[in-house]
């Protein structure tokens, strides 16, 4: 049976390739793309010419039956999302099941997430953390999770997009203003910014800015042991 390989890839340096993800992306057959015009960046860099095969995000079943097809003819596949680890708040998953469901091995080459990036630079104290991904974008729902994570003694991690992150620490601000936050921006690239502050502060520097750039991550510390 053919073999399906779940490629992680830059989330913005393209240094930040693995070797293993590069050899992979030369041997197989067929690279499949959460979106052809993101990957084929990443490969026209290294030099690698393959046939891409869209798997759009909002279609994972008709993208996963694609790839499951291709895997029967006895072609090898990477599948890569637009960037970062499939699956993780990414799609993918959908991929790997159907291909595992139809017989075909699934291979993880690991790499580059945003979770892990600003996880490593963070220095909060604590064991664990609770990758979240992204909140719901409708205000009741967002703010009831938020205070269920907030209740917990982990630290939580979530994802935020540009157009919502100030409703997102406006929320943590009035839940619970002096919570420590790490907030990533733009992380490996060109302006990225790693933000230390409470929740009450960190609004107030986004704030004051004329626009937010980039994509956020959301590191928010655990609620401490009485």
Do not use: W
């Not at 959460?34 to 798997?55: F, G, N, Q």
């Not at 064991?127 to 409708?138: N, V, Y």
């Not at 992150?165 to 919570?179: F, V």
């Not at 502060?201 to 956020?216: N, P």
Request: net charge neutral; with cysteine.
């Amino acid at each position: 049976m053919a073999t399906l390989y779940m490629v992680a890839t830059p989330i913005g340096n393209l240094e930040d390739v693995t070797l293993r993800a590069l050899r992979v992306l030369r041997e197989v057959d067929v690279v499949a793309c959460e979106d052809t015009r993101h990957t084929l960046k990443l490969l026209s860099h290294y030099e690698i010419r393959k046939p891409l095969v869209a798997c759009y995000a909002y279609e994972e079943e008709k993208g996963a039956a694609r790839i499951v097809g291709l895997l029967g003819e006895g072609k090898a596949v990477a599948y890569c999302s637009d960037a970062g680890t499939p699956a993780l708040s990414d799609p993918g998953a959908v991929a790997a099941l159907r291909a595992r469901e139809a017989g075909h091995e699934v291979v993880p080459v690991p790499g580059a997430s945003a979770f892990a990036t600003l996880l490593s630079a963070a220095g909060l104290p604590g064991r664990e953390t609770l990758f979240e991904g992204f909140l719901s974008p409708k205000p009741g729902r967002r703010r009831s999770r938020l205070a269920e994570l907030l209740a917990r003694e982990e630290a939580f991690l979530v994802y935020e997009s540009p157009h919502r992150i100030l409703k997102l620490l406006e929320d943590l601000a009035a839940l619970e203003p002096g919570r420590e936050l790490r907030i990533g921006r733009e992380l490996t690239k060109l302006h990225e910014e790693i933000l230390a502050d409470t929740a009450a502060g960190a609004l107030a520097t986004l704030s004051a800015r004329k626009e937010q750039l980039g994509e956020f991550s959301v590191l928010v510390s655990g609620r401490k042991k009485a």
